[in-house]
């Protein structure tokens, strides 16, 4: 038993079962036993590899894009150029190389960081010592201009619900405690469940997963662009609408049971783009395959292969394909571009 599970049993015993969202939250958050809080989930020493660490052609191709979009924009000045949930900061510090020859855009961004997690907050002001980002708790809390924003698995690290449709009605998973080991239960019939589309045509039977989380969080940004302009590219892995339960958590590389090592594995659950995307004033959605494909990666990755040989030449291969094809995070992958109505479409989209 993790000392985080002893917490929660405890917990469990005295107020009864607690939601999924709960669950996940404490063991991502929880400030002495969390796995962001506690532990170093990125690269080959972690538990898995995001597309930044996988190969610098990902933060290049977004900082060009986010250039772009503020250049199709009239370049305003000052700007807010934010990422949310930025590890180690190597997004963003690939995306302030590749951005640094156009002209204007260093001088007129405030980069800003939302990042919940004190240790990781450490790494990111190593990463990116030479910008002197500023970090908020929340996006509520970044400065108000034009925002140029990005969050590469961010919304899928926040914590979700779980209901399920039964013959009588809606009930929600909980998890409680059986001989003192976490188990999932369900809750009494429910008198009403989010309005998303996700509730609306669900099947009986059905498991239904709700991230309002991501919907407050995008709500806010999808706000601020349709107020003060920009644009914000959200990746991660999902698809258009909630298909049942996709909770999973990562140990040691391997996947693991959700409940077996609360704190010690990281927990994601797939995105669900189309109650976020209908949040936004005009939105475009493809496949992260597309989208760095029409961003130019196979130009910059030959050109990247002209300085390489051996096994070098074949990391950078293997990086590219990664990124980019249907079976690997070519397509599980999506990105989705929000900005305002009117504005020029985000680069990156047909
Ligand atoms: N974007 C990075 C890291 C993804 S992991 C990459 O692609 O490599 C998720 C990140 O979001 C971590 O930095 C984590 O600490 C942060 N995070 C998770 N929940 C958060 C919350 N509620 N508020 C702020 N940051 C959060």
Request: aromatic content about 8%; overall charge negative; hydrophobic content about 45%.
């Amino acid at each position: 038993m993790t000392p985080l599970a002893r917490l929660l049993a405890e917990r469990i015993r005295e107020t009864g079962p607690i939601t999924v969202a709960e669950y996940m939250a404490e063991c991502l958050m929880h400030p002495a036993h969390g796995y962001y809080t506690t532990r170093e989930p990125f690269g080959t020493g972690g538990d898995f590899t995001t597309a930044p660490e996988i190969s610098q052609m990902f933060g290049e191709l977004i900082g060009l894009a986010l250039a772009q979009a503020w250049l199709d924009r009239g370049s305003p000045s000052p700007f807010t150029l934010a990422e949310l949930g930025p590890g180690r900061g190597t997004l963003m510090s690939d995306i302030l190389r590749a951005t640094r020859s156009i002209p204007g855009f260093h001088a007129a961004a405030s980069i800003t960081l939302v990042e919940a997690s004190p240790r990781l907050r450490e790494v990111q002001a190593a990463t990116l010592s030479a910008f002197a980002p500023a970090w908020v708790d929340r996006v509520e809390d970044l400065p108000r201009a034009p925002l140029f924003l990005v969050a590469n698995e961010f919304l899928d690290a926040l914590p979700i619900r779980q209901f399920l449709r039964g013959p009588q009605g809606w009930q929600e998973r909980l998890i409680g405690l059986r001989d003192d080991t976490l188990v999932f239960g369900l809750s009494a019939r429910l008198p009403q469940v989010p309005d998303t589309p996700a509730f609306r045509h669900a099947p009986e039977a059905a498991l239904v997963e709700d991230n309002q989380s991501a919907r407050v969080v995008v709500a806010e940004v999808a706000n601020r662009i349709n107020s003060a302009g920009g644009v914000a590219y959200w990746i991660d892995y999902g698809g258009w609408r909630s298909e049942g339960d996709t909770l999973q958590a990562l140990r040691n590389h391997a996947p693991d049971d959700p409940l077996a090592n609360p704190g010690e594995a990281d927990l994601t659950a797939h995105v669900d783009f189309e109650p976020l995307a209908a949040l936004s004033q005009a939105f475009a959605l493809d496949t992260q395959g597309a989208v760095l494909s029409r961003l130019g990666i196979d130009a910059r990755a030959e050109r990247l292969a002209r300085n390489l040989t051996g096994t070098a030449l074949e990391s950078h291969r293997a990086a590219h394909r990664r990124l980019t094809h249907a079976e690997e995070m070519g397509s599980l992958f999506k990105v989705l571009a929000i900005t305002s109505a009117g504005a020029p479409p985000p680069p990156g989209f047909s």
